[in-house]
């Protein structure tokens, strides 16, 4: 790269994972706690272990087989990019080796988190808050440093030229890296969520329905699977959606970003660079941030917010300040404009975090319309839930409109006209947006550390005011988690949008490479010419909404979020009546357990969570994968396009439905056991257990899995774009 | 108008208004049952009245002042047709004349069903579907009839011209009817979706659940209200969004098919008449099969249906048949791709009839799968109903995307090029969807009169034999109502995309009013032009995927389908709260009520749920009235097709999502009842009950309101285009 200033990204990764080691080993020397912690933890990180080898066992498989018929696509028919078996491969390893050291870190550190909120709250909040930087930080120094390593690969594999569109054949090659992440994102999320519902649907609901036992009840014996399925949902499932969000906009903008200045060599450099350099900016002030976050013995939970918030602000505030510096010295073209563009993606995720806690926590009306709710009953409770969760979607919604067409008007320099530049004003949001993932993965992750913590103090019968602590610790974790999914949401949704225009731009290079040329319709006749704009593309395409292909496809797209999303309810409801049936064998069979005097068989359990997991994904993930090659085949790019918003535009809608009711009904269940309306074993908390349990699989398996439907329907689409474009013509 | 066969439009009309009035007569003289059944038949029949009466004092007022703004906007800024205050306020008046016939029918048909039933079942069926086909054929006979007058009005009043955009003129200004009857359609359709559940599930969650009384017992102080609301919901919301689809359709395409041939008069006339002439046709037809259904005294389920079945069945089948012919006869251009959309509409109608049916009959595995699952508790019974209902989206999308493709295909004889001949083709089928609604919404509205004579006898404590009878009756009822769902929901979808369609005429038109000439875009400059198609025309507002505006409002409108859903699912949590408090506040005040000594104040909850539903109503119909023209004046033309597209593509499978789901829970609940599962009172019982009250809202307010919504969103779209326009150029 000719640009200097594209070095920050890659000095930026080797820095972030740098401080993930020292904080890795830093966390390993802190005491494991009793013998009893020591157990359970080990209980927990075996289970945790056993999951992700016999995923990734499958997943070995899978990509094998893919890699091959990429090859052969590649090397045979000549519609692939000879690059795409690796650079596939490649996606998959690292997204999967970032979910194995997070998975590492996080059932090392719940135990010791527990062990040192025996002694203070300080100490506790800053083991695992640093543990979940050590997942952070892994992510997004893995995934700049592997994105960065390729573009130089394919940069310098591929014959200089003076022409611009060798940058466009460039990144467009790099983004099929993407691909594999995503795939492995999806095994990671929808199997993660699968995993980790069906363990908790099916724990309370023999636990605590029938046997009246509590929470995290060691003679539960779907309690070690429950704990196994935090971390397997929140901490591999959430870190490889968002490992591939981060990779998916960082390419898409820098693809983009070469087709929209092909015209001026050195502009188009920049434009290609800033991405990298903007995560590689973010990834420092994310570093300085988490060193931010520090609180005082006895705080409170608003204290505790604060901390966090202070670290996650600064971050964002110093990427906003710096950004406009390191553009000038890369002699940006539209300076002020891309900037506008990353401060639109950095609000727009604010926003829709703040919207995220409004709808779910309990300190607002909508949960406590809920609760209240609750006490005609289940039914009213739901439909207030249900009701609830669709209104939440407004906000959301307007902060992503607004901040697309802001960027869109910036990266323009406002004249709606500039379509191209627009398009790359929308990607550098998301890229913005994500610049600060370091610490607010940090804060994600730190969740269910601090909730598994909990577990653990409870299962080794450590003092009230040490599970006080952890409660609190976990308390705060809730409230970072809400947060965190909708900005997995929300970058998910630009992100998708970005690779929606990036797969428009590999649909003219793909013509390209077919035919040498453009080709434009003028008087209904295919006419060749050098070059043509993008409105004379879609036209030739045909990408208007008139065209009933189009329009279909639009519905096809929806209909595919709601059946994918169906897919996965059905899958946890399935694998939790499983898990019911063998929690009541094991209580039937020994009454030893619950009388506490015999451990119960936890190791059936974790197995049976591991194999429904790998079992149901099956169905859900065919589907992501078929219907973009599908409808490829059968209706064309039209069709392609109508699919992909069509999908992203319900999925996103339904996703934050999904979620935020699920998160809604679970508070409204924490208010109730607070002592509002009759509190803990009263009729209403009845009726909030069974919404909270109803919530579980919407918030966290069927709406995260929307997260990862609309990018790799996207990247697919982009993957077989000489599919589709060989078919359209 | 010159072409002769149109006069079959009013000839039928005025023969389906004629069968409906002997239909009525034959129905009053029937017997009306003992002095218990005439009271709680007078009760209904009050309650119903003093709902329409409310809700007609509220509509005087709402549609005057529209009416009146109306007349402003059309003399004072020419920006309106001035037909538009007359042809809107007439839309509104015939969809409530046709409400107001509809519920005298329905409220005077019930307890002669349950007299009948008393001697013999045949003797029942006949009299309650015969008063179904009342509302069936005035619904269609009022919605022909005043369809054809406007259109000779207005054809009348206009100046004759030899050019081809005069009957584009005449047809997009008659269109406008569509918008008085859409908007009497959504305050029947939600105020009547609130009221209904806001008095099912108030009467469900105290009598049912708390005090342990059956349903339809007459100690219930909200039974009546639950029986007014099955007339104000099912009877008058069910036929308002029928009236609106058929008038909506059938406008739809003549205006389609006069844009698409305006090059060829005598072509153009045949398309501007076809619509009407095969309503006429179907009409007819439709008169003919309701004589065909007909039963033997002890007709087991099976065999009502096949009754049912056989009228509808064979009124499809020869609108097929005798189509061509009647097209051979018009020298209709194009006759058997016209009649190839005929066919995909009626096709279509069927085969998403047929998958609602196997979505929520007990008969099928979905709904088995829930009554399953909720031997586990009420939580899973709740997670499997939202699955299966999000699965079930499938088969009606691809049964709308294949039928609209074919549709497309065939009106444009097979050249994907033809855009203006296949969206006629599109328009054409929903109207031959529509065509035999005379007898199919007789079956629907059969539904709710059956259910009533249920009551009747119930409440009146006639025999268990009579039960028996009026239970087989209902339970016929609940098939035809969720068949008749489904159809409702298609419907709604077609019209939608006709009147999208149209929307993008009328722009055109809007376009030649304001410069006289079509505008072109060409090297970036507006160039003045004599004609332009329709690729030009999308060029110039951009209204591809590419565009960030188009893109942007998807979104809008996808979120407008979830907020609105979210709205109406909430009004009827919070009407519902306020029976629950009165019907307990009533047992608590009189022990009397309770032990059957004493009648409750019945017309207290009567009033309840008329006013909160009056109340209610308010915000979403604000939300679908602002929406349109707020994207209409920030977005212009670009926006507003993303808004409507967005909308309708999630609306449509939102709608059919929580109809599918509410239908399931409904008829799972009624499988364990017939004894499966533990039977009526286990803990599956008691979970499925939830499941059951959850769905009410869900498939009785939220989803059929979500028909109203995307219809009335396009025709106010439509009405203010000149507006957007305005705001585009």
Redo the contacts between chains.
Sequence with gaps: MTEPLFWLAPAAAAVGLGFALVFFLEMRRQDEGTPAMRRIGAHVRAGAMAYLKRQYRIMLWVFTGLALLFAVLAFGTGLQSRWLPLTFLCGGFFSALAGYCGMQTATLASGRTAAAARSSLPRGLRIAFRSGAVIGLTVVGLGLGSAVFWLLVIDWSTPPAEDGHRLVLVTTTVLTFSMGASLQALFARVGGGIYTKAAD?GAD?VGK?EAGIPEDDPRNPAVIADNVGDNVGDVAGMGADLFESYCGSILAASALGAAAYTTAPQDQVSAVCAPFVIAGLGLLLSVAGIFLVRTREGADQEELLRALARGTNTSAATVLLASPLVFYWMDMPNLWGIWGAVAAGLVTGVVIGRATEHATSASHAPTRSIAA?AE?????A???G?????????LP??A??TG??LA?LSGAGFD??N?SE??YG?AVAAVGMLSTLGITLASDAYGPIADNAGGNAEMSGLGPEVRARTDALDSLGNTTAATGKGFAIGSAALTA?ALI?TY?EVVRIELLRVGQHMLELRD?LIVATGQAD??DF??YF???????????S??????V???F???T??A??RA??QM?IEVRRQFAADPGILAGSSEPDYTRCVEISTAAAQREMIAPSLLAVTAPLAVSVLLGVPGV??LL??AL??G???AV?LSNSGGAWDNAKKYIEAGHHGGKGSAAHRAAV?GD??GD??KDTSGPSLNILVKLMSIIAITVAGLAVSWSL
Aim: overall charge negative; cysteine-free.
């Design positions: 649907v609901l329905v709710a005609e009953g289940a039914a009213t739901l439909i207030s249900l009701g609830t969760g669709m209104l939440s979607t407004a919604v307007l992503v409109v697309t067409l869109f709606p006209g379509i627009g398009l929308v949008m225009a428009l209904g993008l409105a879609m036209l045909n990408v208007t909404l008139l065209n009933p292909v189009v329009l279909v639009v519905f096809l797209g929806a209909m979020a709601f059946v999303s169906g897919m309810m059905q946890v409801g939790a009546g019911v396009i109508g918003v069509g535009s319900t996103f809608v339904l439905f069974i349990t109803v699989p919407l």
